[in-house]
């Protein structure tokens, strides 16, 4: 089954309210066919409330889901050409991995299924466990049973929600590149729901980091983390210092500004706060874009570059780095993470420091109080949880 646009998935306007809480603010949203689109936020941002709605799993207050130019809105799930993968498998633990998988061929009546249950389970590379029961396998290799028997449908739209979270560190990882591989093998439209930074930036082609109810910034994972637009943003991916500073003027292609007695350019091209001069910006660096001097070699640091003076607060050895927690006067508590290759004996705890790095390398966000950063109410996120909890079952059923 295709869809005359080949496939695209586009909400319009879609929202989604319980009485007086709005869990997912009208939300505007296009994903282009076989794509790998991920939805990135905390627990409680509406992230899983919007794939629940595009299942047909959650009926929207208001707004449309597309494929294509069809509307699917008033459509029950089992009538989507929209399969679900949930982070809880929803294998049945009586039938063996083949039955499993051909579970949804047999169901609409399809007789003739070994191929086809042969060709998904060498897929998912697990050709050679097709009579094992589920409890006979890990943990990686369910997950993997479970998006064969979803995608044996032939699904327009796979939605995975949350599928990874169950899994150890190492076998998550392993896990993110065997999606990432399966997806690209067989072309179609994966949307992921994730709280994990590191999981959507590995695998989408596209993320939308949502918060609120609301898509704060959507993008290529490299474009989200060098040019985050709003503090949130800043925040959720990865690590950034975020310097209150004040704005001084231009410098040919940057602005001019001092935070702490230290002057620092910004790229215009990278501010995304619109502060007139004297007003006020936050300053962005990541961690690992600074390089640490210590104080007796600042002679040795290039004019050009962004400078702040500070002394260690504290120190983090983690093996392919270390992170070295630093105190600046005017810039509050910064965060460095120095390689480890030739280590500084000297950068211990009390030593004075000079932090610098190219400036091209630091961005600018609006300073005003909560912008971007508004804080959502936990208990009547959790009423949304509960809510999209309790279709679980019937999910699972949908699923396949």
């Not at 009485?19 to 627990?43: C, E, I, M, W």
């Not at 995975?160 to 999606?179: C, F, I, S, T, W």
């Not at 231009?250 to 706060?273: E, K, N, Q, W």
Request: glycine fraction near 10%; include cysteine; charge should be neutral.
């Amino acid at each position: 089954m295709t869809t005359p646009h080949g496939g695209d998935v586009r909400l319009a306007g879609l929202s989604k309210t319980y009485g007086s809480f709005t869990a997912v603010h009208p939300l505007d949203l296009a994903v282009p066919r076989g794509s790998f689109f991920a939805l990135l936020g905390a627990s409680g941002c509406g992230k899983t409330t919007t794939l629940r709605m595009i299942a047909g799993l959650e009926e929207p207050s208001s707004g449309s889901v597309l494929l294509g130019d069809r509307d699917v809105t008033a459509l029950p799930a089992y009538k989507r050409p929209v399969n679900t993968v949930f982070q809880s498998y929803a294998l049945f633990p009586h039938l063996d991995v083949f039955e499993n998988v051909a579970f949804g061929l047999r169901r609409r009546g399809i007789r003739a299924v070994r191929k086809q249950v042969a060709d998904m389970l060498d897929l998912v590379q697990l050709g050679d466990r097709a009579h094992r029961k589920p409890h006979q396998l890990s943990g990686g290799q369910q997950q993997r049973v479970a998006l064969a028997r979803a995608l044996i449908n032939r699904p327009e739209v796979l939605l995975l929600d949350e599928p990874l979270g169950a899994l150890d560190l190492k076998l998550r990882r392993q896990m993110q590149r065997e999606l990432k591989r399966i997806q690209t093998d067989v072309g179609i439209t994966f949307i992921h729901v994730t709280h994990d930074q590191e999981e959507a930036m590995t695998m989408a082609d596209t993320v939308a980091v949502m918060h609120a109810g609301r898509v704060e910034q959507q993008g290529a994972p490299a474009g989200l983390y060098e040019n985050p637009r709003t503090a949130y943003v800043a925040g959720f991916l990865g690590t950034s210092n975020l310097i209150e500073a004040t704005v001084g003027g231009r410098s040919g292609d940057g602005i001019v500004v001092t935070a702490g007695g230290h002057r620092l350019l910004l790229p215009a091209v990278r501010c995304a706060a619109d502060a007139p001069p004297g007003g006020t910006v936050l300053a962005g660096v990541r961690p690992e874009k600074i390089s640490l001097t210590h104080a007796d070699d600042a002679v040795q640091v290039p004019e050009e570059r962004n400078r702040i003076t500070g002394v260690i607060a504290d120190t983090g050895f983690i093996g392919v780095s270390t992170q070295y927690a630093v105190d600046s006067p005017g810039c509050g508590a910064l965060e460095v993470y120095v390689q480890n290759l030739d280590r500084d004996t000297r950068l211990v705890p009390g030593a004075d420091v000079v932090l610098h790095w190219d400036p091209q390398h630091t961005f600018g966000l609006d300073a005003a109080p909560g912008h971007g950063a508004e804080r959502s109410d936990v208990a009547l996120d959790d009423v949304a949880a509960e809510r999209s909890a309790a279709g679980r079952a019937a999910a699972g059923k949908s699923a396949t």
